[in-house]
């Protein structure tokens, strides 16, 4: 869900760190120039990996009234792109280069009923929002689903402050999510907001569409790094330009693309916008489809790509083992 924003570069001063689920830190930053968050905004953060800067975006969990206090919690993610490590490493007194709260996924007062899905580490773009639906007296339900009671960040606050209005569901004791389910329970007037890994995204999405609900009331915000597979080194060959290019686990074939000189389009760098969509010309392997943007059938059809998440992995069972013995996938393709 893409929204105009214009972006104000400021300092962030990290005032408070804290563990508060196993592998998510929370971090409390104070900023240089303050300006109110609202529901479901986010911060860009420059980060370093490897030594070089690169920009990261997280979810605003909480913020002041006066929005003097952010706050930001990450999943430590070690087979991602490096970002998560970076903020898992800052110390008490670091500033940071960070914008002011952008927003992507907003919150429409005035429905007749809610429905706000988190998937793991997704409720960091979720909280606020439940937040101001309980102030407001809505009706809403918030539903929080996880692999494990201890990697689920703010449960216990969330069911001291939502009580009945939170359903939780957790893998490892018995209660998985369904989505036929949830996605029954929603009636013509209900939106749905979401944020969570790709499967659970792109499961909701159909079963939505399957139902013939209204589509502008499913909205939704994604990782733009969750995959169906586990990341690999890669090869991205760009004949119009003359360039072949390794792509490693820790980057994104965009980023790779404009390491190497590529005159690359691009706008949300999280799979939603599809404006650095390219053709694929050639596949040795199979592409891991990253995006929100593509139909399920575009997917098979195997013609384009969203280069700023989606990969290309050895096989389709995507297996570390199938990599080594065969080598590196490989995708030929055009840019616009």
Same mark, same amino acid.
């Given at each position: 869900? /893409?929204?105009?924003?214009?972006?104000?570069?400021?300092?962030?001063? =990290?005032?408070?760190?804290?563990?508060?689920?196993?592998?998510?830190?929370?971090?409390?930053?104070?900023?240089?120039?303050?300006?109110?968050?609202?529901?479901?905004?986010?911060?860009?953060?420059?980060?370093?990996?490897?030594?070089?800067?690169?920009?990261?975006?997280?979810?605003?969990?909480?913020?002041?009234?006066?929005?003097?206090?952010?706050?930001?919690?990450?999943?430590?993610?070690?087979?991602?792109?490096?970002?998560?490590?970076?903020?898992?490493?800052?110390?008490?007194?670091?500033?940071?280069?960070?914008?002011?709260?952008?927003?992507?996924?907003?919150?429409?007062?005035?429905?007749?009923?809610?429905?706000?899905? /988190?998937?793991?580490?997704?409720?960091?773009?979720?909280?606020?929002?439940?937040?101001?639906?309980?102030?407001?007296?809505?009706?809403?339900?918030? =539903?929080?689903?996880?692999?494990?009671?201890?990697?689920?960040?703010?449960?216990?606050?969330?069911?001291?402050?939502?009580?009945?209005?939170?359903?939780?569901?957790?893998?490892?004791?018995?209660?998985?999510?369904?989505?036929?389910?949830?996605?029954?329970?929603?009636?013509?007037?209900?939106?749905?907001?979401?944020?969570?890994?790709?499967?659970?995204?792109?499961?909701?999405?159909?079963?939505?569409?399957? %139902?013939?609900?209204?589509?502008?009331?499913? %909205?939704?915000?994604?990782?733009?790094?969750?995959?169906?597979?586990?990341?690999?080194?890669?090869?991205?060959?760009?004949?119009?330009?003359?360039?072949?290019?390794? =792509?490693?686990?820790?980057?994104?074939?965009?980023?790779?693309?404009?390491?190497?000189?590529?005159?690359?389009?691009?706008?949300?760098?999280?799979?939603?916008?599809?404006?650095?969509?390219?053709?694929?010309?050639?596949?040795?392997?199979?592409?891991?489809?990253?995006?929100?943007?593509?139909?399920? %059938?575009?997917?098979? /059809?195997?013609?384009?790509?969203?280069?700023?998440?989606? %990969?290309?992995?050895?096989?389709?069972?995507?297996?570390?083992?199938?990599?080594?013995?065969?080598?590196?996938?490989? =995708?030929?393709?055009?840019?616009?």
């Amino acid at each position: 869900m /893409a929204a105009t924003n214009i972006e104000v570069w400021q300092l962030g001063t =990290v005032v408070e760190v804290q563990t508060i689920a196993t592998g998510i830190r929370r971090v409390v930053l104070e900023p240089s120039l303050p300006r109110k968050a609202e529901p479901g905004s986010h911060i860009d953060v420059m980060v370093t990996i490897d030594g070089h800067k690169d920009r990261r975006s997280y979810s605003i969990v909480e913020s002041s009234d006066d929005g003097t206090r952010l706050v930001i919690s990450v999943r430590k993610a070690p087979l991602t792109r490096g970002g998560s490590l970076f903020i898992h490493g800052l110390r008490v007194g670091e500033k940071l280069e960070i914008t002011q709260p952008l927003q992507n996924f907003p919150l429409r007062i005035g429905a007749r009923r809610y429905i706000l899905l /988190a998937g793991g580490i997704g409720i960091t773009a979720i909280i606020n929002m439940a937040r101001v639906l309980r102030n407001l007296a809505s009706d809403y339900t918030l =539903v929080y689903a996880g692999r494990s009671r201890a990697a689920m960040a703010y449960l216990d606050e969330l069911r001291q402050l939502h009580g009945g209005n939170l359903v939780v569901h957790i893998d490892d004791e018995g209660t998985p999510l369904d989505v036929n389910e949830l996605v029954a329970s929603a009636t013509e007037d209900t939106e749905l907001y979401m944020c969570g890994p790709i499967r659970l995204m792109d499961a909701v999405r159909r079963t939505w569409m399957e %139902r013939e609900l209204s589509y502008p009331n499913l %909205r939704f915000e994604t990782f733009g790094n969750s995959g169906w597979y586990d990341p690999e080194e890669f090869i991205v060959r760009v004949p119009g330009l003359g360039l072949e290019v390794p =792509v490693g686990p820790g980057r994104s074939m965009l980023e790779a693309l404009e390491d190497a000189g590529a005159d690359m389009m691009f706008d949300c760098r999280k799979g939603e916008c599809g404006l650095c969509e390219v053709k694929i010309l050639a596949l040795e392997g199979a592409v891991d489809h990253r995006d929100v943007f593509y139909s399920a %059938r575009q997917k098979k /059809a195997t013609e384009k790509m969203a280069c700023c998440v989606s %990969r290309a992995v050895t096989s389709k069972t995507g297996l570390a083992a199938e990599a080594s013995a065969t080598g590196p996938a490989v =995708v030929t393709i055009e840019v616009s």
